[in-house]
């Protein structure tokens, strides 16, 4: 039995894995899903909220008594790896999906900017001031969701939020002593208008993990594919 910590990407928060965690649980394993910092339950004002903060309160939800398996989307890739060095101890395996699995001294604020394939960049609205960003509904469904149905479309428009600013901008320390202890897999999601593929396949040939599987899903592959996402996650935690 493998033991789930579940990460949710920018702008969402612990509910949109609604359909993965029962699905890993009648597999037979354990799920934890968080919400991160400033996100749904777990309120706080963006401009206290860093990166560091992030992996101080997730790392409260690592168990003492068996290792966990991180599955992380999307931008916070930077969190699971931020917690693979500060936790290497505590952590079997990250899985990255569709996600910033970017290097040491990089940041997260630096490979949005480089995509160029992806449709979000001009529908994300930054607040200096609140230290937020905020994605405009008009590029939902063709941003995160085009594969998704009408009902997980509406869920997703009645709970997207503000997004913490001060994480993205953070420059991560990693060391080959630590994070580079944590085994890595990465799932990409070849239809993703959100992280392209390129930027997906540039994580992988800069940082590198032993275990690459893919499934033809947008951005949004835990709504749209959520059995063969699922049964993705389990494949790739197999040793």
């Not at 469904?141 to 594969?147: M, P, Q, S, T």
């Not at 993703?192 to 275990?211: F, T, W």
Request: charged share 25%; proline share 4%; glycine share 4%.
């Amino acid at each position: 039995m493998t033991h789930f910590l579940l990460i949710h990407g920018s702008w969402h928060g612990a509910w949109c894995w609604h359909k993965v965690t029962p699905r890993l649980k009648e597999l037979g394993h354990s799920v934890v899903v968080p919400d991160l910092l400033g996100r749904g339950r777990n309120k706080r004002l963006s401009q206290f909220i860093s990166l560091e903060a992030m992996v101080r309160d997730v790392g409260r939800k690592l168990r003492k008594d068996q290792k966990t398996t991180i599955v992380v989307h999307s931008r916070y890739g930077i969190l699971a790896s931020a917690l693979s060095e500060v936790f290497p101890n505590q952590i079997e395996r990250v899985v990255y999906l569709a996600s910033y699995m970017i290097p040491d001294q990089k940041r997260a604020a630096h490979y949005f900017r480089a995509d160029k394939a992806s449709v979000l960049s001009p529908y994300v609205t930054i607040n200096k001031i609140g230290f937020w960003d905020e994605l405009h509904p008009d590029i939902y469904r063709e941003g995160l969701y085009h594969d998704c149905s009408d009902e997980d479309h509406m869920l997703a428009n009645s709970l997207l939020c503000r997004e913490p600013l001060r994480p993205a901008l953070a420059k991560l320390n990693l060391s080959e002593e630590r994070y580079g202890t944590v085994p890595r897999a990465y799932i990409r999601l070849t239809e993703d208008r959100a992280v392209s593929l390129r930027i997906q396949d540039s994580c992988i040939n800069e940082v590198g993990a032993d275990r690459v599987e893919s499934i033809q899903a947008s951005h949004s592959a835990y709504f749209s594919k959520p059995d063969k996402l699922s049964q993705k996650i389990v494949s790739v935690c197999k040793i």
